[in-house]
């Protein structure tokens, strides 16, 4: 097709970069935020507390088997690790889990944290 116009996305660089981080009592913070990615004293609890009670995900996987999940900020991906966590009780039901993130951590940081 001669006359097929060109891709808006050609040369186009799709890279995030990643953020600056440090570790401070053994936790990962946000350098250019000065902010931890979750609480230092048990951030699995903070993750249960505010993301896993504060929605009533039990209560929803209770009612629905289908849910989507729209998460802005996945992080360490503590919130998702929760979610799963949880959705072992219900072996039957789905869950889509969208996280949207702009500044994604390596691989090796995520594990490390």
């Not at 050609?10 to 970069?17: C, P, V, W």
């Not at 993750?47 to 849910?67: A, E, Y």
């Not at 999940?69 to 959705?87: M, Q, R």
């Not at 039957?92 to 993130?101: A, G, K, L, P, V």
Request: proline share 7%; hydrophobic share 40%.
């Amino acid at each position: 097709m001669p006359n097929a116009p060109l891709s808006p996305h050609k040369g186009a660089n799709y890279q995030l970069d990643e953020p600056a981080v440090s570790w401070r009592d053994g936790v990962i913070r946000d350098v250019d935020f000065d902010d931890f990615y979750f609480d230092p004293q048990d951030g699995l609890a903070e993750s249960q507390h505010v993301f896993i009670r504060g929605t009533q995900l039990s209560d929803k996987l209770c009612t629905f088997s289908h849910l989507t999940i729209a998460e802005t900020g996945f992080g360490t991906g503590l919130n998702f690790l929760a979610v799963l966590d949880l959705l072992s009780a219900f072996p039957r039901h789905q869950i889509d889990y969208i996280s949207y993130e702009a500044r994604p951590l390596s691989p090796n940081i995520m594990a490390a944290s």
